[in-house]
């Protein structure tokens, strides 16, 4: 049911493109849904996709230009005219067509702006650009149905129609006062089966939730799933209603965040992909790995320092990996489970009874590791004291790092830092060093040297 | 805009419960919405929820429900006889009263579904049991709006009216034949603006999608995403309309998908939550912390077998901290991008170019990374031959953490495993054994030990 693209319909284009055959190229395309198309056009190379991108009418391929990759669209925008961009942009939503506009340089911006032909929706989109992109006025779309409490049923039902011309989805009906204040929402339902006569004010429903311009948009995510809405309408400072959010644009949201914080966990700064260049993964990448290197560059200080020991008991420097890993393993456990709980609510600030909770669970691994391995060093190397030294280590070790890797995230996220990165290299690395420290400080009092 | 609860709320709740005051209590919460009720619940202790649950009429009840924790919910179950959890289940979509009764035990389950009201509800419960909760089957509800196609409009529209009447919101008009398979869907418009006596199939748009009721919910998920659709509907074998998903329970399985991912990551196996017990979190934990615990222990030997080489050279065994977490570091970095690949369908299968590409990128890291060794060994210790097998060794332990780390999720992805595992503890550590074994190889060739 779902269309699958195939090498062979790859060849097929590609040579009916070399044969300018754009009837048979129209005929082949004009069928398939426009996310389709973009998924096609992503496998063609930049020449053949704007080739196609030309043929297809202006309807199909401004829903095109929103489905494909970023570096296929930057490319394609830099082969249109201002006018034909424009061209696009006219039958795009605001929110959508201000995505789009916000990629362009600052002197095509004017230009593409220029050359629109709906004013009202020129204007809409110009004032979309205003915002943030992390906000709720960054994520809005200016194409609504609202209507004024004092009209009545009758104009009311007028009013509506000429409006709902403009919007291709209507969620919900809101309702205004005469400063364009957010007084509710109406219903459908009541609006039909109600005297033409009435006024609106009698019949609207007062409860709606609604999301301020500058809230941000993790923040809409959360209030939308909480309720279960389809759209949100937004309000400025004053309460007037300047916008709505749909759950489409919500789930990018979603998602992106999800992205992030994996990301961030698996030491990834920027928001990259497989399709980037070398250039943005090597950037999105070295700085960890240079920050890690310089951490653990301590550790060969530590190392250092404790050689005498080492060459006096020489299972003690066997067994650094394997502490350094444990360390590194709870650290990453306990943070992650934080972060969760932080993003969906089961954790809101420093609690000591999950921070018992987590010493708990950390204390039994600890206490199961750490009696196994003093029973393998024994058996293996018979250094009964060593043994009871890396024992005794494995279980402060890994209280700290469980510690550490509890408090850290709440910590950054009391100061507005995303938690997530408590769960990436920095931590696991700063765990291996405060891990060696405790380990060799231990041996030297359990051991004497 | 949005409610946030208050220790006075709280503290104000709990007084009325003990004065068992429940005409106030009616009043202070039948204003709120069922999810912020559900969230005063979760703050309660069992006893108390259960006896505001009880307070409250069973339509608010049975949404609230819905929205509780998971222990929460079953603790309240529990105190609820079969005929009361029945009338709760009266009042959900067939696909949430699904999800309760599955959580029941197998003889409560018979006796709440024999107290069912309405039959023809509790035949569409008992349908949806079926079904894998993983697949379309178990995420799809049974209410939904569909006409035949050899109806006339008139028709149409006066079943409709019947039919919608279950169905809380109208995403789509499905069309059948006589044999209930699905041929389209239908829009409002056409049909209201269409003479009464044309049939419907006449009117109807032929092209819709849908997805198999044994379909993945990831790939429901991923159709729903692509097509951006607020509802899909659900055919079986035969191609016959069975139900129909809504996008949010979508969003659920999007969620649970990046959790899953992240936890992974994390080295965590199950899905356990902040508030689960000592004993969950222990059981989820503990094994990966076992598994790493013995791989080190073939670090270990490899250490031991190299004990000679670092008291001759001391410098040597100081840098294996960092060559470990290099290693681990960029071996996580590389798999968590094809993790991300994959899920985005950037990434479908081992690609040379893609590999090129990471290569690319480990070797100017490593270089990086390997030169600055190089002068900072020699500036810090003088021991060039030492020095330069530190800087190679980096260099081929990079080039095979990132090969590995490449590698792995794509072949675990052929193997139909969750690629997400190769980001997780289990391949740290077996990249920084491998990293060891290649560090002491190749200090061996240039120090000729």
Redesign the interface.
């Known amino acids: 049911?779902?269309f699958k693209i195939s090498k062979d319909l790859i060849q097929e284009l590609e040579q009916l493109i070399q044969n300018k055959d754009d009837k048979q190229l129209e005929v082949l395309l004009n069928d398939l849904?426009h996310?389709d198309i973009a998924e096609i056009l992503d496998e063609l190379d930049f020449d053949e996709a704007t080739y196609i991108f030309k043929v297809l009418d202006s309807e199909m391929t401004a829903e095109i230009l929103l489905e494909l990759?970023d570096d296929l669209r930057e490319n394609i925008l830099k082969r249109l005219s201002a006018k034909e961009i424009a061209e696009e942009l006219d039958e795009l939503d605001t929110d959508d067509a201000a995505d789009i506009i916000a990629e362009l340089s600052q002197s095509k911006k004017e230009e593409v702006i220029s050359e629109l032909e709906d004013l009202e929706h020129a204007k809409d989109i110009v004032d979309l650009l205003r915002y943030d992109e992390d906000t709720a006025g960054g994520l809005m779309g200016k194409e609504l149905v609202k209507v004024n409490e004092n009209w009545t049923v009758l104009t009311c039902v007028k009013e509506m129609r000429a409006q709902a011309e403009n919007v291709s989805?209507v969620h919900s009906i809101y309702v205004i006062d005469d400063e364009g204040r957010l007084k509710g929402r109406l219903s459908l339902k009541d609006l039909l089966t109600t005297s033409t006569k009435t006024q609106i004010s009698d019949i609207y429903i007062k409860k709606v939730?609604?999301?301020?311009v500058d809230a941000e948009d993790v923040e809409v995510a959360r209030?939308m799933?909480?309720?279960?809405l389809?759209a949100i309408p937004v309000v400025d400072e004053m309460g007037r209603l300047v916008g709505r959010i749909t759950?489409?644009d919500?789930?990018d949201v979603?998602?992106d965040e999800?992205?992030k914080?994996?990301?961030l966990?698996?030491?990834?700064t920027q928001d990259?992909?497989?399709?980037d260049s070398?250039l943005e993964?090597?950037k999105a990448?070295?700085p960890?790995?240079?920050m890690?290197?310089v951490?653990?560059?301590v550790?060969?200080?530590v190392?250092?320092n404790n050689?005498l020991a080492?060459?006096k008991y020489?299972?003690l420097?066997?067994?650094?990996?394997?502490l350094?890993?444990?360390a590194?393993?709870?650290g990453?456990?306990a943070?992650?489970?934080?972060?969760?709980?932080l993003a969906?609510g089961?954790?809101k600030e420093f609690s000591r009874n999950?921070f018992s909770?987590e010493i708990?669970?950390s204390m039994?691994?600890g206490t199961?590791?750490s009696l196994?391995?003093l029973l393998?060093h024994s058996v293996m190397y018979q250094q009964y004291q060593v043994g009871l030294a890396i024992s005794i280590s494995i279980i402060v070790v890994i209280l700290f790092a469980a510690t550490l890797g509890t408090l850290v995230p709440l910590f950054l996220h009391k100061n507005k830092i995303d938690p997530a990165i408590a769960?990436g290299?920095f931590i696991?690395?700063t765990n291996?060093?405060f891990g060696?420290i405790l380990y060799f400080t231990i041996a030297r009092l359990v051991l004497g040297y």
């Open positions: 049911m779902e849904h996310a990759e989805r939730t609604s999301v301020n209030i799933q909480k309720y279960d389809e759950i489409d919500i789930i979603i998602k999800a992205d914080d994996y990301q966990a698996a030491g990834i990259v992909e497989a399709n070398v993964l090597t990448r070295l960890w790995l240079l890690g290197m951490i653990e560059i550790a060969s200080f190392l250092k050689e080492f060459q020489s299972t420097i066997i067994f650094v990996p394997l350094s890993a444990t590194g393993n709870i990453v456990q943070s992650a489970i934080v972060v969760q709980g969906n089961t954790i999950y909770k708990t669970v039994i691994s199961i590791i196994f391995l393998y769960t290299p696991t690395t291996d060093v060696i």
